[in-house]
């Protein structure tokens, strides 16, 4: 028994429950203190809920791109960040709305050829120039092909789009924010992306999470050695396993990172108690306690009276199996001293 770091019938959730909330309670305050870290890296309490609750979208998304043996050079890596780095057209141009005459104007930013050398700005807008240039009105036909009057292109300034007399103005204003958001290159959903060195390796670092379109449209990319903060994305992609470690990894250095030194176990545990079924599952209502097959450990947590009066209709019975539902009930736990039941058992006695 002395080699046991635990023994059995030891109650390793209600330890691990402690031992993950106490120090977060530390969290709370800590916090607040790492303002220049939190700007970059998801940190302290609003953190670890958002894991716990398996939120779909964390506040601060971030992807670590690495890149494969082939293309590991610094020139290679920061092509492929500007590559990946989405561009709207209001970030390359001043893009305005004149409703009286019925027109949008869009002018190449003075900065833009500085900020984004990367692109061919003035081919870009010629595209897109293009492409209003064929929703417009035929003059040959009565019939109505687009809403579009005119077009005109500049290429050193930008285009200006005309719009038909019988557009409402409603529709030329949808028109407008449409064009302000219009991709010019770039993922989706990934920004701010920099390139920093790691071991000798070139790595990418962005805000976002759309690793999945990065796998897809990006070939230098080692997408198995990718990673991103967005558990969802990592279940999705790799499957559950990688989101258990994804779970665990998250868990720990949230922690680390307020200077918290709690167990790895504890972490595995509740990232094991989340993918237990197949699937990432939170700890609420909608995940693991609205799950458990106990009516009265559902009834303990929350909408108690639904709980009973749903089990009672369906005429459900609890078998008294777990934690809560016994201490309800008043019976021994199945744990500690209560999982050893001694018998006595008399001596026989000798005929003699």
């Keep these: 028994m002395k080699k046991l770091k635990i023994t059995p019938g030891e109650a390793v959730g209600i330890v691990a429950a402690q031992s993950l909330g106490e120090p977060g309670t530390q969290m709370t305050m ?121 077009v005109i292109f500049d290429e050193e300034k930008g285009f200006i789009i005309y719009y038909a007399e019988d557009v409402p103005y409603k529709t030329i204003y949808k028109e407008y924010e449409k064009l302000k958001s219009h ?67 998250e868990l720990k250095e949230t922690y680390d990172l307020q200077g918290l030194d709690v167990d790895t176990r504890h972490f595995g545990l509740l990232a094991d108690a989340m993918t237990y079924h197949g699937k990432v599952m939170g700890v609420g209502r909608t995940g693991l306690a609205g799950n458990k097959p106990s009516v009265l450990a559902k009834a303990a947590y929350e909408e108690t009276i639904r709980h009973l009066a749903t089990a009672a209709a369906k005429g459900e019975y609890d078998n008294l199996t777990g934690v809560t539902e016994n201490i309800i009930a008043g019976k021994i736990l199945n744990l500690g001293t209560g999982k050893v039941i001694l018998k006595y058992v008399p001596p026989k006695k000798s005929k003699e």
């Design 30 to 150: 800590r916090t607040f203190h790492y303002a220049g870290v939190a700007e970059h890296v998801p940190t302290g309490l609003p953190r670890i809920i958002e894991i716990v609750d398996k939120k779909s979208v964390p506040k601060k998304p971030l992807v670590v791109l690495r890149l494969k043996p082939e293309y590991n050079n610094r020139e290679t890596a920061e092509k492929v960040a500007q590559k990946i780095e989405y561009v709207t057209l209001e970030e390359i141009a001043h893009v305005g709305l004149n409703l009286a005459k019925r027109k949008i104007v869009v002018r190449i930013r003075d900065d833009a050829k500085q900020f984004f050398a990367h692109l061919d700005i003035p081919e870009q807008l010629k595209k897109l120039a293009e492409q209003k240039e064929k929703t417009k009105r035929s003059k040959k036909s009565k019939k109505k092909t687009g809403i579009v009057e005119n």
């Design 183 to 249: 991709k010019i290159s770039g993922i989706k959903g990934i920004s701010m992306a920099v390139v920093t060195e790691e071991d000798g390796e070139f790595v990418i670092k962005a805000k976002g999470d759309n690793l999945k379109d990065v796998a897809k449209k990006v070939k230098e990319v080692d997408i198995t050695r990718s990673y991103t903060n967005n558990i969802m994305v990592i279940w999705e992609l790799f499957g559950i396993e990688a989101a258990r470690n994804a779970i665990l990894k």
